[in-house]
Every structure is written in structure tokens, then in C-alpha cells.
């Protein structure tokens, strides 16, 4: 049973920066996508980034595209979220996700909730001043 552990979450000022971490256990990461979502009070959870098994492909919506950089380290089975330029808009509870990948579809990436099979408990960011 994979598991996921996010941290790095907290209050951070407008134009500041975090690293969120997505630690796994339970599995190799190497055959998994991830993807990081966020979900806002009162609001849907949404995609802000994928990153294919290799590491190979990435996607970013256009509201954190230049911002946000995934990538991934599957020697340490860890996954990092870096955030630049940070924004109120930008606050929520951020989550990684996994979803198990045939080597067929290793440089695929996937932005929508149901396309994930594990969760982590997610980790807050707060951005205001």
C-alpha cells in the first residue's frame, strides 16, 4: 500500500517562496506519476502540476506556469513542489498524488483528480501578508 507524506507547507509572505515534499512509502516511486493539487475554502481541488515517471514530462496550468517546478528524485522515492513568486490566490491545502503507470506510458502526465489512486494527507500554505 503506497503512502504519501507531503510537508513544507506554512504562512508565507506575497513574492515569497516554499518547497513542498511529497515522501513515499509502501512502493518504488519510479512506477508511479505524481501530480500536486490544491484546494482552496469552498472551492474545487484543483491540478498545479505532473511529472511523468522519469521525470521526462511536466505540466503546469497557466496560473502557476513560471512559478511552480516539480520534480522528482526517485532514489530518495521524493517528489518536490518549489514556489516562487507566491501569491493569496495561491493559498490552499496542497496534496500529491499518485497513480500507478505501465512503462507504455511513462512520459504521460495527468492533471485531474480521478486520474490519482493515492493521496497524501496534504499540507497547508497560507499566503498573505
Known amino acids: 500500500q503506497l503512502q504519501l507524506v507531503e510537508s513544507g507547507g506554512g504562512l508565507v509572505q506575497p513574492g515569497g517562496s516554499l518547497r513542498l515534499s511529497c515522501v513515499a512509502s509502501?512502493?518504488?516511486?519510479?512506477?508511479?506519476?505524481i501530480g500536486w493539487f490544491r484546494q482552496a475554502p469552498g472551492k474545487e481541488r484543483e491540478g498545479v502540476s505532473c511529472i511523468s515517471r522519469l521525470g521526462t514530462t511536466t505540466n503546469y496550468p497557466d496560473s502557476v506556469k513560471g512559478r511552480f517546478t516539480i520534480a522528482r528524485d526517485n532514489d530518495k522515492n521524493t517528489v518536490h513542489l518549489q514556489m516562487d513568486s507566491l501569491k493569496p490566490e495561491d493559498t490552499g491545502r496542497y496534496y500529491c498524488a499518485a497513480r500507478s503507470t505501465p512503462f507504455s506510458s511513462r512520459y504521460m502526465c495527468y492533471n485531474k483528480t480521478n486520474d490519482y489512486d493515492w493521496w497524501g494527507q496534504g499540507t497547508q500554505i497560507t499566503v498573505s501578508s
Open positions: 509502501g512502493g518504488i516511486l519510479d512506477y508511479y506519476t
